[in-house]
Structure formats: C-alpha cells, structure tokens
C-alpha cells in the first residue's frame, strides 16, 4: 500500500461507513411507516443502497485493495434483497460490509500511523 492509496482508502472508508449505517437505520426505520408511506420509503432506501454501492466501486478503482471486492458484494447481495421486498433482512449483508470497510479503514489508517501521516 502506498500513502496515495492508504489516503483514498481512509477517506472513503468513513464515507461509506456512514452510508452502511444510514442505509441500516432507515431499513429499520422502514417497518413502521404506515402503509401508504412504505413505497417513498423503499423508493429512498434503493437510491441509497445505490450510492454506497458507487462509492464502494469508487473506492475499489481508486484504492485498489481487493478487500473492497468483499464489501462491493456484501452490498450487492443486501440491494437484492431490497429490491425483491425483504429488506429488513438485508441488514445481516450490510452488517458484514460494515465490518470489511471498517476493516479497510483501520489497515490504512495504521499504515498512515506507521509513516507518521496521523
């Protein structure tokens, strides 16, 4: 790993941990919307699915660490299940996408550590 990429890494690490976690939350949040509110809410919870899964790919080009590939389809796997309607159950996915990216995250910041960058 290089400083440029360790840089990028941490960076979007963060970035797409809040997404994981925002996506997470509004899942549960999902359930109790009344019925008539159910449809924008799926509606907002694909969009963002979709948005941590760009940036995922993002991170994958510009980074190039393969544990993204992990993430990506962690990710994948909990939009299909959001998209075939059950997507409370998608959390388990997001849950282990939490994890690689946090995983992620915390190698580039100890090689940014290590060479006295933080």
Request: no cysteine; net charge negative; aromatic share 4%.
């Amino acid at each position: 790993m290089d400083t440029k990429k360790a840089i990028m890494a941490f960076s979007q690490s963060e970035k797409i941990k809040s997404g994981i976690i925002w996506l997470s939350q509004t899942l549960q949040l999902l359930g109790s919307l009344p019925a008539p509110e159910t449809h924008g809410g799926e509606a907002i919870i694909k969009t963002l699915a979709d948005m941590v899964f760009q940036e995922i790919q993002l991170a994958k080009n510009v980074a190039g660490d393969d544990q993204w590939k992990d993430a990506e389809n962690s990710i994948d796997r909990a939009i299909i299940m959001i998209n075939s309607g059950v997507g409370p159950e998608a959390i388990i996915h997001l849950t282990q996408a939490l994890s690689q990216v946090t995983s992620i995250g915390q190698r580039s910041m100890s090689f940014l550590q290590e060479h006295g960058l933080l």
